[in-house]
């Protein structure tokens, strides 16, 4: 019978290895820097990139991470994420567990196109002329199009972004030629499908050398906070185990403020 790793004395158990995090007593060491000389010195964006890539941001690929963070923060009522986390917390579930509920709906259909966009992005610019993206049982490709907007602005803002910081380049040159392409299309002649914030984030983190799992995540760490706080107005305003219609609300909160705006 064999020995199992766990029943090994610690001179035994092989030895394995992380880059990440060194834990020492009095001391923490995140990717080389000391986690309490990082604490009100590194943004937050900042430090998870740190973590993910084990580089330091430069200021303009700073300000690129935290826009696409703030991009997806939050869907609105309506998304399975969303829905998922605010059913969990109408049962009485923990907002821990409401989150858990939300992140386990990300799926094929939802949560997954900045992914399945960059892997065809990494194609190369063939998938321009590639009429296998554009045949009518393949509209909308992953990227394109969205059930809300007709032309997303997280999309408009972050493709600016990236222009203004010359960020943009030969990913974002594939998706504007593709999202050309699309709009040639006779199927889509009264149904344009520009580019989403999905198709936006899986360009501009091609262009900057993100890893497409190093995307990914950031896209999932930024859902966080947007399913928190589902889960918290949930508990705190509506009565437990209702039947949630995603269809049935009406939002009441201020609207017109602008950053300039707030207290010193």
């Known amino acids: 019978m064999p020995v199992r790793v766990s029943m090994l004395p610690d001179a035994q158990r092989p030895r394995w290895s992380t880059a990440l995090t060194s834990v020492e007593p009095n001391s923490i060491v995140l990717r080389g820097y000391a986690l309490d000389e990082l604490m009100g010195r590194l943004p937050f964006g900042d430090a998870i990139y740190l973590l993910l890539t084990g580089d330091l941001p430069t200021p303009s690929l700073s300000r690129l991470v935290d826009a696409m963070l703030v991009?997806?923060?939050?869907?609105?009522?309506?998304?399975?994420?969303?829905?998922?986390?605010?059913?969990?917390?109408?049962?009485?579930?923990?907002?821990?567990?409401?989150?858990?509920?939300?992140?386990?709906?990300?799926?094929?259909?939802?949560?997954?196109?900045?992914?399945l966009c960059r892997q065809r992005l990494e194609e190369g610019l063939d998938l321009v002329s590639d009429q296998r993206l554009v045949q009518a049982d393949e509209i909308p490709p992953p990227g394109f199009g969205h059930r809300t907007h007709p032309n997303d602005p997280r999309a408009i803002r972050l493709m600016q972004i990236a222009h203004e910081l010359e960020a943009d380049h030969i990913y974002t040159q594939f998706i504007r030629a593709l999202e050309h392409a699309l709009a040639r299309h006779p199927a889509l002649a009264d149904h344009p499908l520009p580019v989403n914030v999905d198709g936006a984030v899986a360009a501009i983190c091609g262009d900057l050398g993100l890893a497409p799992e190093v995307a990914d995540t950031l896209l999932l760490i930024s859902r966080i906070p947007g399913l928190a706080a589902h889960a918290l107005e949930e508990q705190k305003r509506e009565r437990p185990m209702r039947v949630i219609d995603p269809h049935g609300h009406d939002y009441d909160g201020p609207l017109g403020l602008r950053l300039g705006d707030r207290r010193k």
Request: net charge positive; glycine share 12%.
């Open 71 to 115: 991009s997806f923060i939050d869907h609105g009522v309506t998304p399975p994420s969303t829905l998922a986390a605010r059913h969990a917390a109408t049962t009485g579930a923990s907002v821990r567990n409401a989150v858990a509920a939300g992140v386990v709906a990300f799926g094929k259909h939802y949560g997954s196109d900045a992914l």
